[in-house]
């Protein structure tokens, strides 16, 4: 009898755990696909996943009484993975843009976004209006290979998987500079000599969650955290961990 009861409960348990991988959005796991090469937004810590992404989505998932699983995946990627329904929130310092709204519903924004120009210390660049004609770095199916390839002509755009290797395209003379968000702009000129950025910025953007189209009752309950998030302090407090003033 025990055995019975003890298969039962197994039986039910992994029904459960099953349930919960992708979709659903209500009890069990909370997907998010994100790309982890974004800091301070995404990165990987050591064995762990860290930032202020990370964070945010732990509080939602926290406050929906679910588990956290983090998909790190390309970031053109993200979008489908939500439409599959392989994920259940797209978080990812993603840009709320009305040609991403043809294909997912977006939260609220939780943070805003600045695209910024990345050159080396000695260069001539100084102004949106100077990259002209320059051959630029930017991250593959972003915001800003987007804008640049719209300003400045696909032929002067390189996309990269990552910001980290239009970095190197950079360093090594490949790009003359790179179109990046703000925040993992200032993190790339930390970590690598001789980068600099540009003060003027070039565009600006607000973050928000992409969730399913068909998961309206997900993107309520999302937004009910975001919004009580925004009024307790606790995204802000989020925000200044990771984002010290200047
Ligand atoms: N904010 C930009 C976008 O949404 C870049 C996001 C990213 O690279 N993770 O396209």
């Not at 990370?54 to 995946?73: R, Y």
Request: glycine letters at 8%; aromatic letters at 6%; proline letters at 2%.
């Amino acid at each position: 009898m025990k055995k019975k009861i003890l298969a039962l409960i197994m039986v039910l348990a992994f029904a459960f755990a099953m349930t919960g991988c992708g979709g659903s959005g209500s009890g069990g796991t909370l997907v998010m696909a994100t790309n982890a090469t974004f800091p301070p937004y995404e990165y990987v810590d050591g064995e762990d996943y860290a930032g202020i992404d990370v964070e945010v989505a732990q509080a939602i998932a926290d406050e929906l009484g679910m588990e956290l699983e983090i998909q790190d995946i390309d970031f053109n990627s993200i979008i489908p993975a939500i439409e599959s329904g392989k994920a259940d929130v797209g978080i990812a310092g993603m840009t709320k843009t009305p040609e991403r709204e043809k294909n997912v519903n977006f939260s609220e924004s939780y943070a805003t976004g600045i695209q910024s120009i990345i050159v080396k210390e000695d260069s001539d660049i100084a102004s949106p209006d100077d990259l002209e004609g320059v051959k630029i770095g930017v991250q593959e199916s972003t915001t800003g290979h987007i804008y640049c390839e719209d300003d400045y002509g696909a032929d002067n755009v390189i996309a990269y998987t990552a910001g980290a290797n239009a970095i190197e395209a950079l360093k090594t003379g490949k790009v003359d500079a790179v179109v990046i968000d703000n925040q993992p702009a200032k993190e790339f000129v930390k970590a690598n000599e001789g980068l600099k950025v540009l003060d003027t910025d070039y565009v600006e953007e607000e973050y928000a969650i992409a969730i399913a189209k068909d998961n309206e009752e997900l993107l309520e309950k999302v937004n009910g955290v975001i919004k009580q998030m925004k009024e307790d302090g606790s995204l802000q407090a989020i925000l200044d961990k990771y984002i010290k003033a200047e």
